[in-house]
């Protein structure tokens, strides 16, 4: 009986065994394969470049067809790329050296937790969406610069804490108008709130909800929210609750004295995915393209040069 016992004792210890085997081969294949992903990007582009890779592998990912030999391909062909709907004739011709439209991300390294390539386990920042932001924007006419510096290599530099990231994106704000007269600056995040929170679903269309947050800490913080208004009231014409609404706060300037059109938008939520973010962005394009031409008489018949 005793014999009986310790055999099946022994049995019983070998499947763990074998489990625990199974378990860290499974692990260590993941991040293996994820950290030669990593490394392509890191060996071959710079921050803005491996960026505008990310980004096509993002809207790739859209249409199914990322594959590790895709990845390759990009790579080896250091090619431009560009997030724009393949199913329309994009006849726009930007020039984004003169951007009038700069989005940045306070918060830079906010992820989306579903990983847009499952098999290789990358999941998308908000500095990726900016891209993809970009190109809806590009898409409408409208000229873009996405910050492509790091807020952490500020931080270092200057040996400030995460509540230094403002003072960080600052910065990069000044710098950057030194030479461009930027009609609207966006500050783009990702909430932290639940999936039924952020999830909007629309003729059977799923899209990610934003908040906009607006800042009373200036004289001037009327003009942002007059702007912040536009976009929630425009938002909520055609896809009501798409907008979670206003959130003003008086605590922190968001950097929003520096223009009469900054904003800070919270976009989805942490298990957003990347087509929800990307719905959202299609329409949210659309809207700052009028409120562009409401507020600067661009005039909608020169839709292919950019806006001056």
Not at 258 to 277: F, R, Y
Request: net charge positive.
């Amino acid at each position: 009986m005793e014999k009986f016992k310790s055999r099946k004792f022994n049995k019983k210890k070998i499947i763990f065994i074998l489990f625990l085997i199974f378990f860290i081969l499974s692990y260590f294949y993941i991040y293996i394969n994820t950290n030669i992903l990593n490394n392509y990007f890191n060996s071959y582009f710079s921050s803005e470049e491996e960026s505008n890779i990310k980004s096509r592998l993002l809207y790739d990912s859209l249409n199914k067809i990322v594959s590790l030999s895709d990845i390759n391909n990009f790579i080896e062909e250091k090619e431009e790329v560009l997030i724009i709907n393949k199913n329309e004739t994009n006849d726009i011709k930007i020039d984004n050296s003169k951007p009038i439209v700069y989005i940045y991300n306070t918060h830079d390294t906010e992820k989306y937790s579903v990983p847009f390539i499952s098999d290789y386990s990358v999941a998308p920042t908000v500095k990726m969406v900016s891209y993809i932001f970009k190109e809806h924007l590009n898409n409408e006419g409208i000229s873009v610069l996405v910050e492509n510096k790091k807020i952490k290599d500020y931080l270092t530099k200057h040996k400030l804490n995460y509540y230094g990231c403002y003072d960080a994106s600052r910065s990069y704000i000044k710098e950057a108008s030194k030479n461009n007269d930027f009609k609207i600056l966006i500050d783009l995040h990702r909430d932290s709130v639940k999936y039924k929170q952020t999830l909007y679903t629309k003729d059977n269309k799923k899209y990610a909800k934003v908040m906009f947050v607006v800042t009373t800490k200036h004289k001037s913080y009327k003009k942002n929210l007059k702007f912040a208004e536009y976009l929630d009231n425009k938002l909520n014409q055609d896809y009501k609750g798409l907008s979670r609404g206003i959130y003003k706060r008086s605590d922190v300037i968001f950097n929003q004295d520096l223009n009469d059109n900054a904003i800070l938008i919270e976009l989805g939520g942490v298990d957003n995915q990347i087509e929800e973010l990307n719905n959202t962005l299609e329409i949210l394009s659309k809207i700052i393209k009028e409120y562009l031409g409401e507020t600067y008489g661009w005039n909608k018949s020169t839709r292919k040069k950019h806006f001056t």
